[in-house]
């Protein structure tokens, strides 16, 4: 079964968050019913990248780094594109 690492955008505090699970659909639906004490205050939330990856060890190290500070400059991309996509977030 594979892996979905994701970043949610919080709408509130205007943070990038990461995240890996197996169901995203119910993965970000948890967040944002404010069950992640990490994303709980940083409501409403948008899931705005995922990526799929086959195995859970490959899944994780990919959440690893994009957590990093070399992830942070990949994060800031995604959201750019997902912006210039999408025109804004509010």
């Known amino acids: 079964m594979p892996y979905f690492v994701y970043i949610l955008y919080s ?9 890996c699970s197996k169901n995203i659909e119910n993965r970000f639906r948890i967040h ?3 069950n992640v004490l990490v994303t709980k205050g ?17 899944a994780f190290q ?18 750019k594109n997902y912006i210039n996509k999408i025109g804004c977030i509010n």
Request: charge should be positive; charged fraction near 35%; hydrophobic fraction near 35%.
């Open 11 to 19: 709408q509130k505090d205007k943070g990038l968050y990461v995240g």
């Open 32 to 34: 944002n019913l404010g």
């Open 42 to 58: 940083c409501r409403p939330l948008v899931l705005i990248y995922t990526e799929q990856i086959d195995s859970k060890a490959e």
């Open 62 to 79: 990919r959440e690893r780094f994009l957590k990093s500070l070399w992830g942070a400059r990949e994060k800031q991309k995604i959201l």
